[in-house]
């Protein structure tokens, strides 16, 4: 089989993993999968932007209101041989409503960025753009929060939750 390579296409509500390659004898491209937000809802506009680098892909629901109506959100997706996963679904740490988070996303290696066109930070609608990385299991040893750091705030996260222990 020839060497694949991944091409991203732009369908309502979802997004499309197409490949190029060899298959029973015939080259051309096909679907490999179809990718889908797992708390999608109506008008949240999965798929409007995507990226795909290597084994990962980044499909932005711009208009996802967890965080306010069109507060938006993006959600990250990782390949193992031909199946995709959701991995993590990436909001704005100060989302707000209508600050459209994922009106733009890319994604390159373990680094994903994503815009927010309408975020107040710098004035009404001046925008800001949010860098995500990965981190290892390796390095989760003791990180009891989930912020990919072993820290105070783990043992602040520890004691929290034993001091709510009835």
Known sequence: MK??????ILVLASAVILCWGEVSKAAG?????????????TSDNFGRTVSVSGDYAIVAAYLDDDKGSGSGSAYIFK???????QQA??????????????VSV?????????????DDDNGSDSGSAYIFGTCS????T???NDDCKVNYEDLKYMADNWLAQP
């Open 79 to 85: 390949r193992d041989g031909t199946s995709w996963s």
């Open 142 to 144: 003791g990180d009891l």
């Open 106 to 118: 890319s994604v390159s290696g373990d680094y994903a960025i994503v815009g927010a066109d309408y």
């Open 29 to 41: 491209w096909w679907e490999q999968t179809k990718l889908l937000a797992s708390d999608g809802a």
């Open 137 to 140: 299991s390796a390095d989760l």
């Open 3 to 8: 060497t694949r390579k991944i091409l991203t």
């Open 89 to 102: 679904k990436l909001l704005a740490s100060d989302g707000d409503a209508n600050d459209e988070f994922g």
